[in-house]
């Protein structure tokens, strides 16, 4: 196995990790920032306002997008586990 295998194979988990993290992260973003918005405006400091909000919009991303995510990542493992013979040999 050579240096620029392992180094591709790096980079090809690096972006599978940023693909997956990405719908849950930017939908976290937007909600957070939507609440940060209404708090601003409406001056309620209640924590509870912004935490429940959010988990909402995680809970409904990760069920649109999780038989995605979860391909993807089964896709990414299959292909690992095809190439251990030309790794090794």
Known sequence: MTPDTVIEI????VTVTVLLA???LLAALAAGLIIGMFQAATQIQDMTLSFIPKLIVLIVVLGLTGP???????????????MIPNLVG
């Open 68 to 82: 995605w995510m979860l391909r993807m990542l089964v896709d990414y493992t299959r292909e690992l586990i095809q």
């Open 10 to 13: 790096g980079r090809q988990a």
């Open 22 to 24: 990405a719908p849950l």
